[in-house]
């Protein structure tokens, strides 16, 4: 950035995603009210919104409409797919296209409207200042469904271009980074633990943890760093300096990707570093003597072919569109300056200009790549220093996202760290560091509690004590919004286990309620009658004893609840055979592995019909790693719909494919996993039932087989009589033990 530069830059300012509104509050204040606004945005419509909303328009059904936009591919790499596009990639959008009137009708009415604008809003991150008040370079108006004040001339008009018509005012993006506030809450929770201050700008440099969690691999959550083949390349660098870092992420993209076992061979063996002259190492020293920026492309051209400033800023310009006519006229100023400044021969020039062409359209700005390794730095290092607070930062801050929390649970197992289910007595509000080696679920990551209940939870902890009992709990969280749906979520999560068995407090739900219900009567009444407040201290509850529940049970209501396994996971026994049998699932879709068998739980079925009348599957299938949908076509899905079940345990061989543009699993044979082999459509077990059986009993063996859906068809034998049931389960161990209790051998 030169005073002799024509244009002003792009400012782009990172910021914590939790701190952009109070950003924007402070530069409006600083430049003023009348000089300040955020820009517009017009969201136009797609190949897939045009048909959707020409369809709804049309009356046609939505069922029909979604097939459609489904069948249309997502486009890749930023460019957006048409429909045109779409009707040569898809032969199943082209014939029902050719086949189908309706069809037709939608998609030649939605290509008048593709790119059409179809709303307003407001640009994520783009803010606008100008030198005196807004109204002299712009029209303005409020946000759609809001009252802030926003331009009417979207990023493109307002920017400084070759285009005459555009103003030319400054622009900021300020773009919110999740990994900033996971940095700040990390600060926060590990000064307040070890009451020591950390300077997150002046950060002991080298700091050999750092770089050995770096060099081990360990890069989750680490910023920039976290891809499986950043990973790789990391563990061969061993890095040991901030410049490593630095360079990885300048070279660690599609271009320069090819440079990197270069730079590793170069850091490890300093005699295979050489410079075309000795002049470039200076320039290029730090990167032992691989062209990694772009600035260091310009230092070149400004200090060894004798470019000004200006020409310089002309010369990015022209390498990065990579124009042919516009980079052959650079080619003779570069070789002729490098003659005159740096008195090489024709060819030396030549030969240097060949060298860094192919460079030229993908340098990475270094002051880009400098702030970035400073958050990498700065976020490894509270990983390996403070490592149970930066996680449960990390949890925190990703708890919108299941996926992510499930891989960060992973983590903490081979940190050796347990993340344990909500608990009444310890969890906070976000997740809770309990000791270096705990950390606890928060209350708000429980679905149906409201933040009334959890405020009250935290608040009687800080007054007073610990939760001592059922009864001590209810008496303390008084409020007219403790009801089933929050007690079955605190009970089903695990947060009351440190106060009763999770079926036991279940199975008493009413009497609890009506207990709690008589209390806050009481309370707001202030009644002294049977459930007045000199009675209440000694009130006690009796609840009646049930079976505890299963492992399977909780692991259920854990899933239901918290989005994910806790305490365990419903694959955690079969992890050896699952290992040999299956490929895990994240690393096959990184991987991006074409043929593959994997074996997980069913997680969520969606049944489909074809416009043949066939049905067909949308299964979710998860693992310990991760979780892909996959499709099962009617002719395998009418063979083993038995098998296609939530709950089940199956391996599933078939190809991945990313042709919408998010990986899915195309299914061609599917087996029991704890058969290991593919059932036979009539797959059935028999119970016996005794003579005289009470309705009782049926209603617990309906309970029992709810418990544990599978594969197997259940018959009932009853004096001597076979009878067919709708149930189908999985006739585990633990399953079999509970039938035999039930009912004797």
């Not at 914590?16 to 402070?26: G, K, L, W």
């Amino acid at each position: 950035l030169t005073e002799a530069r024509p244009t002003p830059p792009d400012i782009d300012l990172d910021i914590a995603d939790n701190h952009r509104d109070e950003v924007i509050s402070y530069i409006t204040k600083k430049y003023g009210h009348d000089r300040v606004a955020q820009i517009i945005t017009f969201g136009t419509m797609m190949a897939r919104a045009a048909v959707r909303d020409v369809g709804r328009a049309l009356g046609v059904a939505y069922n029909k409409c979604d097939l459609i936009a489904k069948m249309i591919p997502i486009g890749k790499q930023g460019f957006h797919m048409t429909l045109t596009k779409a009707l040569d990639l898809n032969p199943e959008l082209h014939s029902a296209y050719e086949k189908d009137p309706e069809t037709k009708k939608i998609i030649e009415i939605a290509k008048k409207l593709e790119g059409v604008a179809r709303h307003a809003s407001v640009h994520a991150a783009g803010i606008v200042i100008t030198p005196s008040e807004l109204t002299d370079y712009m029209p303005l108006q409020n946000e759609p469904d809001g009252d802030r004040v926003i331009t009417q001339y979207d990023m493109y008009a307002l920017d400084v271009n070759a285009n005459s018509k555009a103003i030319g005012v400054v622009k900021l993006d300020l773009l919110g980074i999740r990994n900033l506030s996971t940095l700040e809450a990390a600060v926060k929770i590990a000064q307040k633990r070890h009451g020591v201050e950390i300077d997150i700008y002046n950060l002991p440099h080298p700091d050999a943890k750092t770089f050995k969690l770096l060099s081990e691999g360990h890069t989750f959550g680490v910023f920039q760093m976290g891809s499986s083949g950043m990973t790789r390349y990391l563990t061969e660098l061993r890095p040991n300096t901030i410049f490593d870092i630095m360079a990885m992420i300048a070279l660690y993209r599609p271009g320069p990707l090819q440079f990197i076992p270069e730079y590793i061979k170069r850091k490890h063996n300093p005699k295979l570093i050489k410079y075309m002259d000795p002049a470039l190492e200076k320039i290029l020293k730090r990167t032992y003597g691989i062209l990694v920026y772009q600035d260091d492309l310009l230092t070149i051209a400004h200090d060894l072919a004798g470019y000004s400033w200006e020409e310089v800023d002309k010369f990015r310009k022209a390498v990065g569109k990579k124009i042919p006519a516009e980079m052959a006229k650079q080619k003779e100023k570069f070789i002729k300056g490098c003659l005159q400044t740096s008195g090489w021969s024709n060819k030396k020039a030549a030969d240097i200009w060949t060298w860094i062409e192919p460079f030229a359209a993908y340098g990475f700005n270094k002051s880009h790549s400098a702030s970035y390794c400073v958050v990498s730095y700065q976020t490894a290092y509270m990983k390996a220093n403070y490592t149970v607070e930066f996680m449960a930062a990390l949890m925190t801050a990703e708890s919108g996202d299941m996926e992510t929390i499930s891989e960060a649970v992973e983590e903490c197992k081979t940190l050796g760290i347990q993340v344990l289910p909500p608990d009444v007595n310890e969890s906070l509000a976000n997740f809770t560091v309990i000791n270096e080696k705990n950390i606890r679920f928060g209350l708000t990551a429980v679905k149906n509690l409201g933040s009334d209940i959890i405020n009250i939870i935290i608040e009687q902890r800080k007054t007073g004590s610990k939760f001592s009992s059922i009864e001590d709990f209810i008496k303390r969280v008084q409020t007219h919004n403790f009801n089933k749906k929050s007690w079955e979520a605190l009970v089903k999560s695990g947060a009351m286990d440190s106060l009763g068995e999770r079926n036991r407090l279940l199975a008493n739900t009413e009497l609890i309620l009506d207990f709690a219900r008589n209390l806050f009567k009481a309370a707001t009444d202030n009644q002294t009658s049977l459930f007045g407040a000199a009675l209440m201290p000694d009130a006690k509850l009796k609840l009646r004893d049930v079976e505890p529940a299963t492992d399977r049970e909780r692991l259920a209501w854990e899933k239901e609840l918290l989005g994910l396994y806790v305490t365990s996971h419903p694959l955690a026994e079969h992890a050896q055979k699952l290992q040999r049998l299956a490929s895990p699932i994240r690393p096959m879709i990184e991987a991006k592995t074409p043929n593959a068998t994997i074996g997980g739980i069913i997680t969520s079925v969606k049944k489909i019909v074809t416009k043949k009348g066939d049905p067909m599957a949308f299964v979710d299938i998860e693992d310990t790693t991760g979780a892909i949908e996959v499709i099962f076509f009617p002719n395998l899905y009418s063979q083993f719909n038995n098998l296609i079940a939530e709950g089940n345990i199956v391996l599933v061989t078939g190809k991945l494919s990313d042709k919408d543009g998010e990986p899915k699993f195309l299914a061609d044979t599917i087996k029991s996993f704890s058969a290991g082999e593919t059932p036979s459509r009539d797959s059935s077990v028999t119970i016996k039932i005794p003579p005289a059986a009470s309705d009782e009993l049926f209603a617990q063996l309906k309970q029992l087989f709810e418990s544990a859906p599978g594969s197997l068809n259940v018959n009932l034998m009853i004096d001597q009589q076979k009878i067919k049931t709708p149930f189908k389960i999985d006739l585990n161990e633990e399953l079999k033990t509970k039938i035999k209790q039930l009912l004797g051998n």
